[in-house]
C-alpha cells in the first residue's frame, strides 16, 4: 500500500516542479538578466558560507593550526610577498583570509537568518492578530510598533549590548554574543513585519473567502493562520529578504563597533573591523576583501528583493 | 427545538443595525449609518425570499446580520423558535450547518490559495469531526456533481476557473454540510448573462433535491419574478412593501415598488416609460424624517414627512404607505 | 460615406511568451447621428473594439491590423497631437465608473472649463457659460452651485450626470458610452439611459454603447453588433436582431432572459462558458457550446454574411428553426 502511493506523490511532485519552471513567474525571472546573477551570487556565497568547513583551507578556529610567523601575508597576485598557500593573504595574527571569510560570512549570514525568522516570527503573530482583531489589542501593539520605531535599531542593539557586556563581562558575553545579536536585531525590528502583515490582513478580512469560513463556523484562529495567514505571503517573502540583508549590516556595524562577534569568531563585521587599524600600515587587504565580500552579499539580496517585489505585484506590470 | 408546524424557519424581529460609533479609547469617531430601521420578517420552510432595492437599502446587511456575520444592533433573530442571535460562538455552531451563504464575487468567496478540494472539504472536517477521508472524499464527489462540475477539478486552484464555475463551487461549498436555510447575496449579478442562467438553474435544482428555503437578495426584479416565491422591497433600511411574488407583480402598491417595477428595461420595444422619481437616494448617515420615502414620492404630504408608516395588510399585500392607507396612489 | 468606418479591425496583447488576439476581423460603420450598441459577455472584445476607436487600449494592447476612417481619415495611424484633437472633442467618451473621468482633487467647474480651453480658443467666462448650459441640458438641478463641487459631493447618478455633460461639452459627433449604467441603481438607472436617448436624438450625435445588457441596448440603439470571443457573430437593425435572432448565441442570449421564461421553471442556458482568448477552439469558436455544431463548424471560421443588412457570422443558418417557432414549441 506505501509503496505505490510514495510514487504516485512523487510523481505528483514531479508534474509540480515541471508546472513551476513553466510557470510564467520562472519565465520572467529568466529573463531578467539582474534577478539571473544577483541569484547566482547569492547561491554562490550561501553555499560556500554552509560548506565552509569542507571548503575552506583553513580552519580559522583552529589555533594550532595558525602561526604568528605567517601575519599580514598579502593575497597571491601581489607578486614579492604573496604566499600561494593564503589565496587571499592573512591577517595580524595569521589567520587565511579566505578561510576567515567563509567562516565568517557562514556566522553573519546565520544572524542575519534567524534574527529574520524571529523578527518574522513575533511580527507575524502580532501583525495577524493587530489586523483580524483589532480595537484595542490592535491600538496597543501599533502605539508599542511606533514607539519602538522612533528608536533605531543599532541604537537599542548598542545600549542593551553594552550594557550587557558590562554586567556579565566581556568573556561570557563573546561566548553568547551570537544568541544575543540575533536576540538584539529579531526584537529590535519586528514592527517591520508587523506593519505589513496587518496591511495585508486589513485588505484580505473583507473579502468574501474570510465571511464564508465564518459562515461556516471555523475558529478566528483557524480562520486566521489557514486562510488570511497564507494570502499574506508575498509581501513577507519580499520584505524577508529586504531584513536579511538589513540584519547582516546591523551585524556588521555592531561588531564594527566592537559589541558583535568577539575576534577569535569573527563574523564579516568584525573582520572588517580588525583590519581597519592596519589600513593605512599598508595591510589594505584584511579590511577592503570582508568589505567587498559584504556589499556583493547585501548588494545582490536586496537586488533580488526587488525583482521579487516587481514581479509578485502585478500592477507593476512592465512589457 | 423543532418548534411547531406554524413557527416560521426565520423570524426576523424588529430588528435594526447601526454601523460607527462616536469613538472611544485611542481610536476615531466614525458617523453613525443606520442601516436597518426596525425590520421584521418571517421566512416559512420552503421560500424562495427574495429581498430587492437599490445599493444602500440595507439588503445585504439584512442578510449578514441574520447568517451572523455582523451582530443586529437591537432586535431578534429566530431560526426554529430559537434565538440565535444572542448565542455565544459555541452554543450558535449547531446552526451555523443548518444556516450557509453565497456570496456575491465568485472572484472574493474562494481561498486562492486554496485548492477546490480544500475548500470544500474543510466544512466537514469542522462540523463531522469523526468522518473518515473516504467518506469526506465521496461526499465531496456527489456535491461536485449535484451542481454540475466535475469532479476532477479537485486538486486544482479557484483561479483557474471561469466565474460560472466558481459561483458553482460556491455553492457547492454552501451544500457540503447539507444545510435547511441558504443566504444569497446577489449570487448572479457579478456574472454574464449566458452563465447566470445556468447558476439559477442550479440553485434551483438545488432547492427542488435539497428542500432548501433560500433568502435570496438581489436588485434585478426580473430574477425576482422568476425565481422568488415572497419578496420584501427594502428603501434606506425600511421594508416597504412585503408580498407574494405573483401578487407584487400584478398589483404594486407602494409608490416605490411601482417606480422600481417600470424602471426594469423591457424588450418589447416599446421603449423606456418609467416612473419618474425626484431627487437621488439620501444616504443612510442622514435619514429623512418621517418616511424615508417622502423626498422622492409623488403621494408624499405632510403626515409622511412627519410620521413613519409601518407594514399593514392592503388585501394581498403590505405596505409601508399612508398614502396606500389613505387611498391617495 | 459613413461618419466612422471600423475595417478589419485587429487588437492584439502581447502578454510575454504568449500573444492575445482581443479583436479578429471586426468590422463596422456609424452614420451621423446612429445610435449603435455592441453586446456581448466579458471577454468577447467589445470595450476593446471601442477603447481602440480612440487609441485608448491599455498597454501592451495595439491595434495590429486594420484601419479606423473617421471623416475618411484613418484615425488609427495619427499621432498623439494629431489623437488628441480628435478624441474628447469630436469623438468622447463615457465610463461606466465616473471617477474615471472625474478627477477628486478639482471641482465640476475647473474640469469643465480646462476641457472646454484645451479645445477652443475661448474665454474663461464663455466656457463658464457653456459648461452650466450643458449642465442644465443633462438636468442637473441649481446648476451654478454644482459648478462648485468635487466629485466625491455628488451621488453616483449625479456624477454620470456631469460626465455626461462633459462628453456633450465640445458638441462631438460620436460619443461611445462604455457601460455606462451598469454601477448605478435600476431607477437611476433609467434616467439616465432616457437622458441619453433624448440628448442623442436632439443634438444629433452618434452613439456607441458597449453593454451586456439586452434590454437596454434594445431601448436606445436602431443597430445592435453581438460579439463572441474577438469576433462579431451578429449584427442588423436592433429590432430585428431581438425579435429574429438567427445566429445560435445570440439566441441563447435572448431565451436565457427570465423575461422569456416561465416563472420558476428552469432557465434556457447556453451550457459551457466562452473559451479563454488563449485556448480558443478551432473552426467557429461558439461550436462547443452550440447545439447546431457539426464537423464542419469545428473547421471553417463562418464569415458574417445576410441580407437587409442583418448579417450573421454561422454556416447552418438553413437548419436552425425560426425563432419565434422554437419558443412557441416550449
Same mark, same amino acid.
Given at each position: 500500500m506505501g509503496k505505490p502511493h510514495s510514487e504516485v506523490s512523487g510523481a505528483k511532485i514531479m508534474t509540480r516542479i515541471k508546472s513551476f519552471l513553466n510557470s510564467d513567474f520562472v519565465y520572467r525571472f529568466r529573463k531578467d538578466k539582474v534577478a539571473v546573477v544577483s541569484l547566482g551570487i547569492v547561491l554562490v556565497l550561501v553555499l560556500s558560507a554552509v560548506l565552509a568547513p569542507l571548503i =575552506?583551507?583553513? *580552519?580559522?578556529? *583552529?589555533?594550532? =593550526?595558525? *602561526?604568528?610567523? *605567517? =601575519?599580514?601575508i598579502p593575497p597571491v597576485w601581489d607578486e614579492n610577498d604573496g604566499d600561494e598557500r593564503f589565496l587571499l593573504g592573512t591577517d595580524p595574527q595569521g589567520r587565511d583570509m579566505l578561510s576567515t571569510i567563509l567562516y565568517g560570512m557562514r556566522i553573519s549570514l546565520m544572524i542575519g537568518f534567524f534574527a529574520v525568522l524571529l523578527q518574522g516570527i513575533l511580527g507575524v503573530t502580532i501583525g495577524l492578530l493587530s489586523g483580524y482583531l483589532g480595537g484595542k489589542i490592535d491600538a496597543f501593539f501599533m502605539r508599542l510598533a511606533d514607539i519602538q520605531l522612533s528608536f533605531s535599531t543599532l541604537m537599542v542593539a548598542i545600549i542593551t549590548l553594552a550594557i550587557f557586556q558590562a554586567a556579565f563581562g566581556a568573556e561570557l558575553y563573546s561566548k553568547l554574543a551570537i544568541f544575543m545579536l540575533i536576540l538584539v536585531i529579531g526584537i529590535a525590528e519586528w514592527p517591520q513585519y508587523a506593519r505589513t502583515v496587518r496591511a495585508s490582513v486589513l485588505a484580505e478580512k473583507h473579502k468574501e473567502y474570510v465571511d464564508a469560513a465564518r459562515v461556516i463556523g471555523m475558529s478566528p484562529a483557524r480562520i486566521m493562520f489557514r486562510h488570511i495567514f497564507p494570502n499574506t505571503l508575498s509581501p513577507i517573502l519580499v520584505i524577508s529578504t529586504i531584513q536579511v540583508a538589513n540584519a547582516i549590516i546591523s551585524e556588521a556595524a555592531l561588531s564594527f563597533l566592537g559589541l558583535g562577534m568577539p575576534v577569535n569568531q569573527p563574523s564579516l563585521g568584525s573582520l572588517i573591523s580588525s583590519g581597519f587599524e592596519y589600513i593605512f600600515s599598508g595591510s589594505w587587504w584584511i579590511t577592503v576583501i570582508p568589505s567587498f565580500f559584504l556589499v556583493l552579499l547585501i548588494l545582490s539580496i536586496n537586488l533580488l528583493g526587488d525583482w521579487l517585489r516587481d514581479a509578485l505585484n502585478p500592477k507593476l506590470y512592465k512589457d | 427545538m423543532t418548534g411547531s408546524s406554524d413557527t416560521p424557519l426565520v423570524n426576523i424581529l424588529n430588528v435594526e443595525k447601526t454601523f460607527g460609533d462616536g469613538g472611544g479609547f485611542l481610536s476615531t469617531a466614525q458617523p453613525i449609518v443606520?442601516?436597518?430601521?426596525?425590520v421584521s420578517l418571517s421566512i416559512e420552510k420552503g421560500d424562495s425570499f427574495c429581498l430587492v432595492g437599490e445599493s444602500g437599502c440595507g439588503k445585504s446587511t439584512l442578510a449578514r446580520t441574520v447568517i451572523g456575520l455582523n451582530p443586529p444592533s437591537k432586535g431578534e433573530i429566530h431560526y426554529q423558535g430559537t434565538r440565535i442571535d444572542s448565542l455565544s460562538a459555541k452554543e450558535r455552531q449547531p446552526f451555523k450547518r443548518k444556516m450557509q451563504m453565497i456570496f456575491q464575487n465568485p472572484y472574493a468567496s474562494l481561498n486562492p490559495r486554496m485548492t477546490v478540494a480544500q475548500i470544500l472539504e474543510e466544512p466537514l472536517k469542522i462540523h463531522e469531526k469523526g468522518m473518515s477521508k473516504g467518506a469526506i472524499k465521496q461526499k465531496v464527489e456527489e456535491v461536485m456533481v449535484s451542481v454540475g462540475n466535475d469532479p476532477a477539478w479537485g486538486p486544482r486552484y479557484p483561479h483557474e476557473f471561469s466565474g460560472g464555475q466558481r459561483q458553482r463551487i460556491s455553492i457547492a461549498r454552501a451544500l457540503m454540510l447539507d444545510p435547511e436555510f441558504v443566504v444569497a447575496d446577489e449570487p448572479i449579478s457579478a456574472l454574464d448573462v449566458s452563465i447566470q442562467a445556468q447558476v439559477l438553474n442550479v440553485m434551483m435544482d438545488a432547492q427542488e433535491k435539497r428542500n432548501l428555503t433560500y433568502l435570496f437578495i438581489t436588485h434585478d426584479l426580473s430574477i425576482v419574478e422568476h425565481f422568488g416565491s415572497k419578496v420584501a422591497v427594502m428603501y434606506l433600511g425600511t421594508v416597504c412593501e412585503l408580498a407574494d411574488v405573483k401578487d407584487l407583480f400584478d398589483a404594486p402598491r407602494h409608490p416605490y415598488t411601482q417606480a422600481l417595477l417600470s424602471a426594469?428595461?423591457?424588450?418589447?420595444?416599446?421603449?423606456v416609460n418609467h416612473i419618474k422619481m425626484s431627487g437621488e437616494v439620501p444616504t443612510a448617515m442622514d435619514l429623512p424624517s418621517g418616511c424615508v420615502f417622502h423626498p422622492r414620492c409623488p403621494y408624499a404630504n405632510e403626515r409622511c414627512r412627519r410620521d413613519i408608516p409601518t407594514l399593514a395588510d392592503n388585501g394581498n399585500t403590505k405596505t409601508a404607505c399612508f398614502a396606500v392607507e389613505e387611498g391617495r396612489v | 460615406m459613413a461618419l466612422l468606418e471600423v475595417k478589419d479591425l485587429e487588437v492584439e496583447f502581447p502578454l510575454g511568451r504568449i500573444t492575445l488576439q482581443a479583436i479578429r476581423k471586426v468590422s463596422f460603420s456609424l452614420e451621423k447621428g446612429e445610435r449603435l450598441g455592441i453586446v456581448g459577455e466579458s471577454g468577447a472584445g467589445k470595450s476593446v473594439a471601442a477603447f481602440s476607436i480612440l487609441n485608448l487600449l491599455s498597454r501592451p494592447g495595439r491595434i495590429s491590423g486594420g484601419e479606423i476612417l473617421f471623416e475618411g481619415d484613418d484615425i488609427s495611424k495619427f499621432d498623439d497631437r494629431q489623437m488628441r484633437s480628435i478624441r474628447g472633442n469630436r469623438i468622447s467618451m463615457i465610463f461606466q465608473d465616473p471617477m474615471m473621468t472625474l478627477n477628486p482633487v478639482l471641482t465640476v467647474a475647473t474640469q469643465m472649463i480646462e476641457c472646454l480651453k484645451a479645445h477652443r480658443k475661448i474665454s474663461k467666462k464663455e466656457a463658464w457659460d457653456i459648461s452650466v448650459s450643458k449642465l442644465k441640458e443633462v438636468m442637473i438641478p441649481s446648476p451654478e452651485e454644482r459648478m462648485e463641487s468635487y466629485p466625491h459631493e455628488l451621488s453616483g447618478g449625479m456624477r454620470q450626470r456631469v460626465v455626461i455633460a462633459m462628453a456633450l461639452l465640445t458638441d462631438p459627433e460620436i460619443i461611445i458610452a462604455d457601460?455606462?449604467?451598469?454601477?448605478?441603481d435600476v431607477t437611476i438607472q433609467a434616467e439616465i439611459m432616457v437622458l441619453m436617448l433624448d440628448l442623442c436624438k436632439s443634438n444629433n450625435v452618434g452613439l456607441i454603447l458597449i453593454t451586456h445588457d439586452l434590454a437596454v441596448v434594445s431601448q436606445v440603439t436602431e443597430r445592435i453588433m453581438v460579439m463572441y470571443a474577438g469576433r462579431v457573430v451578429e449584427e442588423g437593425g436592433t429590432k430585428e436582431v431581438i425579435t429574429n435572432p438567427k445566429h445560435p448565441y445570440t439566441r441563447g442570449l435572448l431565451k436565457a432572459l427570465p423575461q422569456e421564461n416561465t416563472a420558476g421553471s428552469r432557465l434556457n442556458q447556453i451550457r459551457g462558458t466562452m473559451p479563454s482568448l488563449n485556448a480558443l477552439p478551432k473552426g467557429c469558436a461558439f461550436n462547443p457550446r452550440c447545439d447546431f455544431a457539426t464537423k464542419e463548424c469545428h473547421q471553417v471560421v463562418p464569415k458574417l454574411e445576410g441580407r437587409d443588412g442583418h448579417n450573421t457570422a454561422c454556416i447552418h443558418l438553413e437548419k436552425i428553426p425560426s425563432f419565434k417557432s422554437e419558443l412557441g414549441n416550449q
Amino acid at each position: 500500500m506505501g509503496k505505490p502511493h510514495s510514487e504516485v506523490s512523487g510523481a505528483k511532485i514531479m508534474t509540480r516542479i515541471k508546472s513551476f519552471l513553466n510557470s510564467d513567474f520562472v519565465y520572467r525571472f529568466r529573463k531578467d538578466k539582474v534577478a539571473v546573477v544577483s541569484l547566482g551570487i547569492v547561491l554562490v556565497l550561501v553555499l560556500s558560507a554552509v560548506l565552509a568547513p569542507l571548503i =575552506s583551507p583553513f *580552519d580559522p578556529y *583552529d589555533l594550532k =593550526s595558525i *602561526d604568528i610567523m *605567517d =601575519s599580514e601575508i598579502p593575497p597571491v597576485w601581489d607578486e614579492n610577498d604573496g604566499d600561494e598557500r593564503f589565496l587571499l593573504g592573512t591577517d595580524p595574527q595569521g589567520r587565511d583570509m579566505l578561510s576567515t571569510i567563509l567562516y565568517g560570512m557562514r556566522i553573519s549570514l546565520m544572524i542575519g537568518f534567524f534574527a529574520v525568522l524571529l523578527q518574522g516570527i513575533l511580527g507575524v503573530t502580532i501583525g495577524l492578530l493587530s489586523g483580524y482583531l483589532g480595537g484595542k489589542i490592535d491600538a496597543f501593539f501599533m502605539r508599542l510598533a511606533d514607539i519602538q520605531l522612533s528608536f533605531s535599531t543599532l541604537m537599542v542593539a548598542i545600549i542593551t549590548l553594552a550594557i550587557f557586556q558590562a554586567a556579565f563581562g566581556a568573556e561570557l558575553y563573546s561566548k553568547l554574543a551570537i544568541f544575543m545579536l540575533i536576540l538584539v536585531i529579531g526584537i529590535a525590528e519586528w514592527p517591520q513585519y508587523a506593519r505589513t502583515v496587518r496591511a495585508s490582513v486589513l485588505a484580505e478580512k473583507h473579502k468574501e473567502y474570510v465571511d464564508a469560513a465564518r459562515v461556516i463556523g471555523m475558529s478566528p484562529a483557524r480562520i486566521m493562520f489557514r486562510h488570511i495567514f497564507p494570502n499574506t505571503l508575498s509581501p513577507i517573502l519580499v520584505i524577508s529578504t529586504i531584513q536579511v540583508a538589513n540584519a547582516i549590516i546591523s551585524e556588521a556595524a555592531l561588531s564594527f563597533l566592537g559589541l558583535g562577534m568577539p575576534v577569535n569568531q569573527p563574523s564579516l563585521g568584525s573582520l572588517i573591523s580588525s583590519g581597519f587599524e592596519y589600513i593605512f600600515s599598508g595591510s589594505w587587504w584584511i579590511t577592503v576583501i570582508p568589505s567587498f565580500f559584504l556589499v556583493l552579499l547585501i548588494l545582490s539580496i536586496n537586488l533580488l528583493g526587488d525583482w521579487l517585489r516587481d514581479a509578485l505585484n502585478p500592477k507593476l506590470y512592465k512589457d | 427545538m423543532t418548534g411547531s408546524s406554524d413557527t416560521p424557519l426565520v423570524n426576523i424581529l424588529n430588528v435594526e443595525k447601526t454601523f460607527g460609533d462616536g469613538g472611544g479609547f485611542l481610536s476615531t469617531a466614525q458617523p453613525i449609518v443606520k442601516a436597518l430601521n426596525n425590520v421584521s420578517l418571517s421566512i416559512e420552510k420552503g421560500d424562495s425570499f427574495c429581498l430587492v432595492g437599490e445599493s444602500g437599502c440595507g439588503k445585504s446587511t439584512l442578510a449578514r446580520t441574520v447568517i451572523g456575520l455582523n451582530p443586529p444592533s437591537k432586535g431578534e433573530i429566530h431560526y426554529q423558535g430559537t434565538r440565535i442571535d444572542s448565542l455565544s460562538a459555541k452554543e450558535r455552531q449547531p446552526f451555523k450547518r443548518k444556516m450557509q451563504m453565497i456570496f456575491q464575487n465568485p472572484y472574493a468567496s474562494l481561498n486562492p490559495r486554496m485548492t477546490v478540494a480544500q475548500i470544500l472539504e474543510e466544512p466537514l472536517k469542522i462540523h463531522e469531526k469523526g468522518m473518515s477521508k473516504g467518506a469526506i472524499k465521496q461526499k465531496v464527489e456527489e456535491v461536485m456533481v449535484s451542481v454540475g462540475n466535475d469532479p476532477a477539478w479537485g486538486p486544482r486552484y479557484p483561479h483557474e476557473f471561469s466565474g460560472g464555475q466558481r459561483q458553482r463551487i460556491s455553492i457547492a461549498r454552501a451544500l457540503m454540510l447539507d444545510p435547511e436555510f441558504v443566504v444569497a447575496d446577489e449570487p448572479i449579478s457579478a456574472l454574464d448573462v449566458s452563465i447566470q442562467a445556468q447558476v439559477l438553474n442550479v440553485m434551483m435544482d438545488a432547492q427542488e433535491k435539497r428542500n432548501l428555503t433560500y433568502l435570496f437578495i438581489t436588485h434585478d426584479l426580473s430574477i425576482v419574478e422568476h425565481f422568488g416565491s415572497k419578496v420584501a422591497v427594502m428603501y434606506l433600511g425600511t421594508v416597504c412593501e412585503l408580498a407574494d411574488v405573483k401578487d407584487l407583480f400584478d398589483a404594486p402598491r407602494h409608490p416605490y415598488t411601482q417606480a422600481l417595477l417600470s424602471a426594469i428595461p423591457k424588450m418589447d420595444g416599446s421603449g423606456v416609460n418609467h416612473i419618474k422619481m425626484s431627487g437621488e437616494v439620501p444616504t443612510a448617515m442622514d435619514l429623512p424624517s418621517g418616511c424615508v420615502f417622502h423626498p422622492r414620492c409623488p403621494y408624499a404630504n405632510e403626515r409622511c414627512r412627519r410620521d413613519i408608516p409601518t407594514l399593514a395588510d392592503n388585501g394581498n399585500t403590505k405596505t409601508a404607505c399612508f398614502a396606500v392607507e389613505e387611498g391617495r396612489v | 460615406m459613413a461618419l466612422l468606418e471600423v475595417k478589419d479591425l485587429e487588437v492584439e496583447f502581447p502578454l510575454g511568451r504568449i500573444t492575445l488576439q482581443a479583436i479578429r476581423k471586426v468590422s463596422f460603420s456609424l452614420e451621423k447621428g446612429e445610435r449603435l450598441g455592441i453586446v456581448g459577455e466579458s471577454g468577447a472584445g467589445k470595450s476593446v473594439a471601442a477603447f481602440s476607436i480612440l487609441n485608448l487600449l491599455s498597454r501592451p494592447g495595439r491595434i495590429s491590423g486594420g484601419e479606423i476612417l473617421f471623416e475618411g481619415d484613418d484615425i488609427s495611424k495619427f499621432d498623439d497631437r494629431q489623437m488628441r484633437s480628435i478624441r474628447g472633442n469630436r469623438i468622447s467618451m463615457i465610463f461606466q465608473d465616473p471617477m474615471m473621468t472625474l478627477n477628486p482633487v478639482l471641482t465640476v467647474a475647473t474640469q469643465m472649463i480646462e476641457c472646454l480651453k484645451a479645445h477652443r480658443k475661448i474665454s474663461k467666462k464663455e466656457a463658464w457659460d457653456i459648461s452650466v448650459s450643458k449642465l442644465k441640458e443633462v438636468m442637473i438641478p441649481s446648476p451654478e452651485e454644482r459648478m462648485e463641487s468635487y466629485p466625491h459631493e455628488l451621488s453616483g447618478g449625479m456624477r454620470q450626470r456631469v460626465v455626461i455633460a462633459m462628453a456633450l461639452l465640445t458638441d462631438p459627433e460620436i460619443i461611445i458610452a462604455d457601460e455606462p449604467t451598469t454601477a448605478l441603481d435600476v431607477t437611476i438607472q433609467a434616467e439616465i439611459m432616457v437622458l441619453m436617448l433624448d440628448l442623442c436624438k436632439s443634438n444629433n450625435v452618434g452613439l456607441i454603447l458597449i453593454t451586456h445588457d439586452l434590454a437596454v441596448v434594445s431601448q436606445v440603439t436602431e443597430r445592435i453588433m453581438v460579439m463572441y470571443a474577438g469576433r462579431v457573430v451578429e449584427e442588423g437593425g436592433t429590432k430585428e436582431v431581438i425579435t429574429n435572432p438567427k445566429h445560435p448565441y445570440t439566441r441563447g442570449l435572448l431565451k436565457a432572459l427570465p423575461q422569456e421564461n416561465t416563472a420558476g421553471s428552469r432557465l434556457n442556458q447556453i451550457r459551457g462558458t466562452m473559451p479563454s482568448l488563449n485556448a480558443l477552439p478551432k473552426g467557429c469558436a461558439f461550436n462547443p457550446r452550440c447545439d447546431f455544431a457539426t464537423k464542419e463548424c469545428h473547421q471553417v471560421v463562418p464569415k458574417l454574411e445576410g441580407r437587409d443588412g442583418h448579417n450573421t457570422a454561422c454556416i447552418h443558418l438553413e437548419k436552425i428553426p425560426s425563432f419565434k417557432s422554437e419558443l412557441g414549441n416550449q
